[in-house]
T-cell receptor, first 122, second 113 residues
Framework: GAGVSQTPSNKVTEKGKYVELRCDPI?????LYWYRQSLGQGPEFLIY????????DSGLPNDRFFAVRPEGSVSTLKIQRTERGDSAVYLC????????????????????FGPGTRLTVL | AQSVTQLGSHVSVSEGALVLLRCNYS??????LFWYVQYPNQGLQLLLK??????LVKGINGFEAEFKKSETSFHLTKPSAHMSDAAEYFC???????????FGTGTLLAVQP
């Protein structure tokens, strides 16, 4: 079946511009995550959606970053007034659900990652 | 808070040699631990995961990892490296009820012929 898809695969923009990055999760996956991977680093968590709502946005670096998931499927990460430091690969992942509230939960739902969008801010 | 540390940003082995990639974790609760692989220009792929069942976990492509609580380690091994194993490897731990992943800084594995 189809995996997680992200568009565009590459985005080059100028400093100060606005960009939108799109993520199409696996059908039926209610949990959706955005991560950012800077050069030479591991992915860093940005935001998590359960259904339509952002349940955890603690990783968003500042208020220039915003994400939506209006119908509980496709998500868009929006970056306003882009800066050169925003250049990175933005990864999206989805899973069946987040696994519940109990940290001693006995199950874990694997996150499936998309290929990422490489954002370059000139 | 849960975190992971990967020792060695670059590891080079000869084809057929043992692969050992190191990961140490910090967690106040029983952790869920993962190894992901990232091939050039591709997304992250799950190699294996530890979810408090067996301490020796077998993954895809002949990789395995052993959870050692006494050493707070979850090192990744493969008995015999193949050229196709050349990639970047990330250790990760789950943090919180939202299952967000906290990744290490990665280890780039080179396999020499």
């Amino acid at each position: 079946g189809a995996g997680v898809s992200q568009t565009p695969s590459n985005k080059v923009t100028e400093k100060g511009k606005y960009v939108e990055l799109r993520c199409d999760p696996i059908s039926g996956h209610t949990a959706l995550y955005w991560y950012r991977q800077s050069l030479g680093q591991g992915p860093e968590f940005l935001i998590y959606f359960q259904g339509t709502g952002a349940a955890d946005d603690s990783g968003l670096p500042n208020d220039r970053f915003f994400a939506v998931r209006p119908e509980g499927s496709v998500s868009t990460l929006k970056i306003q007034r882009t800066e050169r430091g925003d250049s990175a690969v933005y990864l999206c992942a989805s899973s069946l659900n987040a696994g519940g509230e109990d940290i001693y939960r006995s199950s874990y739902n694997e996150q499936f990652f998309g290929p990422g969008t490489r954002l370059t801010v000139l | 808070a849960q975190s992971v540390t990967q020792l060695g940003s670059h590891v080079s082995v000869s084809e057929g040699a043992l692969v050992l990639l190191r990961c140490n974790y910090s967690s106040s609760v029983p952790p869920y631990l993962f190894w992901y692989v990232q091939y050039p220009n591709q997304g992250l792929q799950l190699l294996l995961k530890y979810t408090s069942a067996a301490t020796l976990v077998k993954g895809i492509n002949g990789f395995e990892a052993e959870f050692k609580k006494s050493e707070t380690s979850f090192h990744l091994t493969k008995p015999s490296a193949h050229m196709s194993d050349a990639a970047e490897y990330f250790c990760a731990v789950v943090r919180g009820a939202t299952n967000k992943l906290i990744f290490g800084t990665g280890t780039l594995l080179a396999v020499q012929p």
